[in-house]
């Protein structure tokens, strides 16, 4: 039972262009939402978290939009560029009971063309 | 500087050993987890430990051992049970008051089991 998905496995944009990648959870407990970016053969780095209270979060070129509702988030790059090619995985975890793990969707993997 | 490391980098091991893991941080997070990422799985959390001399079970801890004897060391090891070993091993500790907020987790390099 995946409680985390990402839908697209890959997702293919041009420099200076928006990439949206989108992630869906279905577990209603879940109360707090993290994006990582992660290259082949290294560790995810974390980018950008978003606790349920809100519905938007920016840093920088990084926008994480939640719509809880549809248990649905979306991380927005604009502008995008190369080197933000990698595999992007969202997380997600529930506060209640004192849980203390991340589960993760399977990633998405963009590229972004000169 | 503050970080996670994981030793070695690449590691082979024949078949029916067991291998150790290492993972070290220095960021005084109480909190350390092992994963494995298989292609198109994603992360899937083996064993976690919020304190010292403390540790659960994840999702996938058959074949897998864990000690948490300091609070900066919490090594994995990879058992002969484990009927798919070969796999991306990744250990994170976990960050409660830092730039992520609650629950963000700072994840080590990495190291590349191969069993031949």
């Known amino acids: 039972d995946q409680q985390v998905k990402q839908n697209s496995p890959s997702l293919s944009v041009q420099e200076g262009r928006i990439s949206i990648l989108n992630c869906d959870y279905t577990?209603?407990?879940?109360?707090?939402f993290l994006w990582y970016k992660k290259y082949p053969a290294e560790g995810p780095t974390f980018l950008i978290s978003?606790?349920?209270?809100?519905d938007k979060n920016e840093d920088g070129r990084f926008t994480v939009f939640l719509n809880k509702s549809a248990k649905h988030l979306s991380l927005h790059i604009v502008p995008s560029q190369p080197g933000d090619s990698a595999v992007y995985f969202c997380?997600?975890?529930?506060?209640?009971?004192?849980?203390?793990?991340?589960?993760f969707g399977k990633g998405t993997k963009l590229t972004v063309n000169p | 500087d503050g970080g996670i490391t994981q030793s070695p980098k690449y590691l082979f091991r024949k078949e029916g050993q067991n291998v150790t893991l290492s993972c070290e941080q220095n960021l005084n997070h109480d909190a350390m987890y092992w994963y494995r990422q298989d292609p198109g799985q994603g992360l899937r959390l083996i064993y976690y430990s919020q304190i010292v001399n403390d540790f659960q079970k994840g999702d996938i801890a058959e074949g897998y051992s864990v000690s948490r004897e300091k609070k900066e060391s919490f090594p994995l090891t990879v058992t002969s049970a484990q009927k798919n070993p070969t796999a991306f091993y990744l250990c994170a500790s976990r960050d409660y008051w830092g730039r992520g907020g609650k629950d963000t987790q700072y994840f080590g390099p990495g190291t590349r089991l191969t069993v031949l």
């Open positions: 577990n209603s407990m879940f109360d707090y």
């Open positions: 997380a997600a975890s529930a506060s209640q009971g004192g849980s203390e793990k991340l589960v």
């Open positions: 978003i606790s349920s209270i809100k």
